[in-house]
């Protein structure tokens, strides 16, 4: 980039940027004292910025203020260096309010200030609901009506809750009509409460509660522990608060030390005139309340923004189509806030909720737009001049008003439009000839490059399925159908290695000499593994006439009693290499005899088949290969993560990652606007968030690859990884309750013996008659 020394409206800040930890607010405190500013832009992994004044005028005032003088915090060791160029590259954020998106009408004073005070305290905040949970940061919600569910995205419209509408919302429909905006046709039947409070204001209201011990000057051993106990005490009770996140004493103790120093410094900042565009507050509700509490002390100035993670925020979302009506209407009550509203095209505009405005969303803004509140201690606003100001955030409650959709939606957004996805993915393959293709491009190919990856994250064998392997009685033929890494492999009960016979022509006679099998009819090979009569195509042949010729330790025999097939080369290789008797095929058409088989397992298998008529199939096959009163075990993936309250393995696992990622990156609720097109050939199919409750049948499930060889603790954590890597996308049919269960008892010659459901599994017991 050249430099100049001629005054242009660009400066690069040379010495801040993200690298240096810089935040946005700051480049805009530094800068706005100079003039309007039309945006920054800080680069990732950059230790330079840029800032973007409306003139040149603007650019060198503050050039002359800031280069070679001013420092961001007293605690730098140098001063910021300006310098102004002639562009700089496209701006990613500017402040544009000129815009809404359409469809979207924002009313302003919509209610009195009465009004808001009697709806406020309509709230009964000591009820909550049952699903939330941990998953709300810094915002607590109330539903009435119908509770909204967010981890399913949706509402369960079969059961309306005994709360309904608080009366002091009665007066909605004639003010829009008032407003002339008869926009609704019916009063809503659901209204959410968001409560968003950041976690600083509990902390100083419990600081407030202890202020005479916790600011006591004394130092000796008594007041110590006092105060150790103190805090521990207030740990507890903020802790006890739903909405914030759980926080040790020492944290509790290092935030309120971070809130003194930021409340001193805006202080400090304040006295010496700092902020001359007007508009904005310089000190906040918080701050005066923080400085209350220590009014005589004073303490160096440090970073005011280093308690990023008490923020509260909302995720960017659309709400679920096929849960609300259009429009969907919300009333800002408290502090006035900045929505980020984007399109899909990447278009974002912010829209100013200033206190007591109801926003209204419908059509394009409602069903194509998804809304967000960003996570951060203030926004960047308009003022009545034109210019920007910063704005400081406080406690804000909004009233969320829908009604509730009976049927499925049909707008015309429909990527993302959830019930368009559903029907188009149902309807997409129903034909076994894409259903092949989606197999082959979303199962097959996928297994085949995350193979080692893949086997690397299977290690610890799920107790129910170790339990089934082990009842099989002893010398048991069981046939792993879809193996994997052969992680259930070593658990059979066989006494074959111990005497080094073969699995042949004696072995009949001899379990049956042992006692170990029952009566019944095999060949006297079992297997036609690596039949030498169909080398080639050995496991697409399925009509066997009887073996003639035996050619014993000629690989047409196995040496164990334990045998498996996957379609995964990459994954038989795995097997193989540990001397596992395993082959590779498909499961449609499994290369081995009829009746051969004690036990037949397939363990997260056909949820990757793409028509039921081919998980019949799949099931048909194993039954095929069962000797009459052998057990086949049957594990597939679960719609429904959460049975009784208990969260699936898969689903807590979030929380882990949660602990492990930078909270401020990772939402935590739910975005629902993950219909994203990820395959060509199959755009209408939605891809999952993983860690989260599913909200399709038939959808893509992202695999991120390991990044290059990493030790096999941290590949276990795979889906932790906050870094860039190469992701994957496997298809899978979850499975409602019952489908499996009725699934196999449509196949012929088998019945269930045994059906449950296991840590975000449904599984079956079926026994050959
Ligand atoms: O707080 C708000 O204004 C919006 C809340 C919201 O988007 C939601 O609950 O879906
Ligand atoms: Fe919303």
Redesign the pocket.
Known sequence: MLRYNRICKYVMVANAGLATGLQQEQLLELSLPYGQIDGVLMLPGKSYSFIVFKDETCASKAYAAIHGKMKLNSTDSGPLYLAFTEKVPEINHSWNYDHKPPGLILLEHFVTEEEENSLLNSIDWNTTDSHLGQSLKHRK?KHYGYE?RYDTNNVDKDNPLSEGIPSECNFLLERLSARNCNILSSFPNQL?V?H?QPGQELLIELVNKYKEIIECKKTDGLKIKEKDETWDKLRDEYNSNGSVTSRTTKQLRQFYVNLKRSAKKARSDERVERYKTGGGQCTTKVDESVLSLIEDQIEPNSNPFDCDSEYYG?PP?V?THSAFEDP?L?L?LGSP?V?EFRHKDGRTLPVL?PQRSL?VMSEEARYAWS?S?TPRKMDIVPTPNGSLTIQHRGE?V?F?FRCIRKGECNCIYHERCDSYQRNCSNIQIKNDALAERLESLHVHEVYEEIASHFSDTRHKPWPNVLSFVESLPLGSMLVDVGCGNGKYFGFTRGIFEEHNWQVCDDFKVLTMLLGQQSAFTKFPCILCLRDVRARIDHWTMKDWPPRQNLEVSCKNVVRQNHIGCDRSLGLVKVCQDRGFEVFNCNCLSLPLRSNIADGCMSIAVIHHLATEERRVRAVEEMVRILRPGGRALIYVWAKDQERHKTQSSYLRQDRKNRRECDEQKHPVIQDNTNTNVISKDFPSLPVHTNRTQFQYQDLLVPWKLKPEQKSEVESRTKESSCEEVPTFYRYYHVFEEGELEQLCQSVEGACVSRSYYDQGNWCVILEKQ
């Open positions: 919600v909204f959410t968001n968003y909302i979302h709400d969907i919300s800002s806030i929505m909720l926003l809304h509140i804000r909004s969320t």
